[in-house]
Every structure is written in structure tokens, then in C-alpha cells.
């Protein structure tokens, strides 16, 4: 049956909850992800905790990513005998397309002697050149294990590189890249935003700029923030991340406020949305598990050497 047939969005989930059964398939979806895919989701996280539960999974036969491309790729190396699929193939990654590998591994052979760290943001290429892989959830704590004097090379995100840095004291050397979403948030309006609602605490993903980051009441990862949201006794939000994390926020708090925190070129819309990540639907959703494409595949040349700074950073609790 085509997506046509549906009448309704209900229609429309209940169809793939059989699809979903009838071929052991378990659907991840990260927290950027619309809510009506996160509501059906069978796990819904950041890429740490989908990489961890990838990791876990034993009895399905397909694991459906929706996400960006590289966590297809991740869920694929943490389960190389599933069949991993997304449901939209060109939903990729600004921040991984700013780290190409051919440039990445020319930095890393100029700079010899040093630690390479890379964010799970990266292709598999990228991750096959790395020690060890971080997340905004993890970055700090897994840098913090490293002795002092370790000279390490941190890529692509530039932001997060400089927060940690910040917060450490190490001079790491970075990579010149960073997010598409992250990097747009206006310091002007969330300070404008501050004035309209005085109580709000200001969240921030360390992927942001550094002015950006100076307002926050807290900084961290997406599932840091919803943790924080819920802990916290103030009833008001300015959150600066993608916007789909305020679904979940709000799901978790109904009595509390959220207020997304708007881009420099934002006209009417408050929202910073990454384009990449919406463009996977409930549609394209169905279409992937009723026809078990787009497929995620990786080249078995790089796999082996992509799995293990993936296996190291998952040794961190």
C-alpha cells in the first residue's frame, strides 16, 4: 500500500507499527528527529545513547536509523550483520561534510605525535583515522582521561573544541569545522529573549559559538539539557539546539515553557532547524521499512578500523 491510501497520520503509524513487527525492525530516532517519529521510535536518544542501544541490539533482523547518515553508518559498524536502513539517504551532516577525509588525514600527517579525537559527527572515513570518538555528551569526560600533556588534534566541531578548552586548559588543536544549525544562534535575540521572559534559564549545546555559550545557564548535550529541564525548578527555557528537542522537552514538562532560541537570519519563524535531519518523515518511513531501502552499507576496508575508536569511546560510561 502506498502512503496515499492513509487518511490520516494514525492510519499512517499503525501501518508502520505492522510493518515493523512482521520484519523484526526496530526504529531508532534521534532527538531532532520530528515528533511524530519520535513518538513512534522504539528508542529515542542522542547519538551516544543510539549508539549504545545499537550496540545492544540481538534479536532484530533491521534496524531503522532516523537520524543523519553517519548514524546509519555507526548503527551499521555496532551491527554488521543487520540490515541498517534510513529513511531518507540524503539526509547527511553539515558538520561531517566540513571534515572531508583526504584533507582530515593531510592535517593529521602534518601534525605527527598527536591524539586524534574526532566527534561521532564524522563518515566513516574520518572515524577510521581516529583514536578516539566523542560526543557532546562524553568530549569532556573522555579528554579529561588523557594526561595533560598529551597533544591531541580535535576535529571537526571548532566550537566544541574551543569549549573544551576552555573548560580544561589544553590547547588542543582544531579542525575548522562546525554545525549549520549551531552556528547560526544570535546572541542579540536570545538576549532580547532574556528581557521578554527575565526567569527563563538559557540552554546551550557546546556546538555553538562561544558568545552563545557566555549565556547559558547550562551547557550540554541534547540529552544533558532534557535531563536538566526536568531537574530543574525554574518553569521557563531558552533552548539553544536544533528544535526538535523541544518535542520531547515538552512531553516531559507540559507545565513548563520552552521558547527556541532563534538564528541570526531568523524573519518570522523562532526555529533552527537542521534541514537534514527533517527531512525524514512518517511517509519516508514507511516507504524504508516496506521496501527495506535506503540501505546503509560500509566498505569493509574501513570498517575494522572504524569500529575500534567507536568500541573505545563506548568503554566510557
Not at 41 to 50: N, P, Y
Not at 294 to 305: G, K, M, N, R, S
Amino acid at each position: 500500500m502506498d502512503v496515499e491510501n492513509f487518511r490520516t497520520e494514525e492510519e499512517l503509524k499503525e501501518a508502520i507499527t505492522r510493518l515493523k513487527k512482521e520484519k523484526k525492525a526496530v526504529i531508532l530516532a534521534h532527538y531532532y528527529q520530528q515528533g511524530p517519529i519520535q513518538d513512534i521510535a522504539d528508542h529515542i536518544g542522542d547519538s551516544l545513547a543510539l549508539a549504545r542501544y545499537a550496540a545492544t541490539l540481538d534479536d532484530a533482523r533491521i534496524v531503522v536509523l532516523c537520524g543523519v547518515h553517519f548514524m546509519g553508518e555507526t548503527a551499521k559498524l555496532l551491527c554488521p550483520d543487520k540490515k541498517v536502513l534510513v529513511p531518507d539517504a540524503d539526509a547527511g551532516c553539515s558538520l561531517a561534510d566540513s571534515c572531508p577525509v583526504e584533507d582530515f588525514k593531510k592535517f593529521i600527517e602534518a601534525h605527527p605525535g598527536h591524539t586524534v579525537i574526532s566527534y561521532v559527527n564524522t563518515s566513516v572515513g574520518v572515524k577510521a583515522l581516529t583514536d578516539i570518538l566523542v560526543t557532546s555528551g562524553n568530549a569532556l569526560k573522555i579528554v579529561n582521561s588523557l594526561p595533560e600533556d598529551e597533544k591531541i588534534i580535535f576535529g571537526p566541531d571548532r566550537n566544541l573544541g574551543n569549549y573544551i578548552n576552555s573548560i580544561t586548559g589544553r590547547n588542543m588543536l582544531l579542525w575548522d569545522g562546525a554545525c549549520h544549525v549551531h552556528e547560526k544562534f544570535s546572541v542579540e535575540k536570545i538576549i532580547e529573549l532574556k528581557k521578554q521572559h527575565p526567569g527563563a534559564k538559557v540552554l546551550v549545546h557546546p556546538e555553538c559559538k562561544r558568545p552563545v555559550v557566555l549565556l547559558a545557564d547550562k551547557v550540554g548535550s541534547t540529552a544533558a539539557l532534557l535531563e536538566y529541564t526536568k531537574a530543574s525548578d525554574a518553569t521557563q527555557f531558552i533552548v539553544a539546539t536544533e528544535s526538535g528537542i523541544l518535542h520531547q522537552m515538552r512531553k516531559d514538562c507540559p507545565e513548563k515553557t520552552f521558547i527556541p532560541a532563534p538564528p541570526d537570519d531568523a524573519a518570522t519563524c523562532g526555529c533552527n532547524d537542521c534541514s537534514y535531519m527533517k527531512l525524514n518523515t512518517l511517509e519516508k518511513l514507511y516507504r524504508c521499512l516496506r521496501d527495506e531501502t535506503p540501505e546503509i552499507t560500509v566498505d569493509p576496508a574501513l570498517a575494522e578500523a572504524a569500529l575500534r575508536p567507536i568500541e573505545r569511546m563506548l568503554q566510557f560510561k
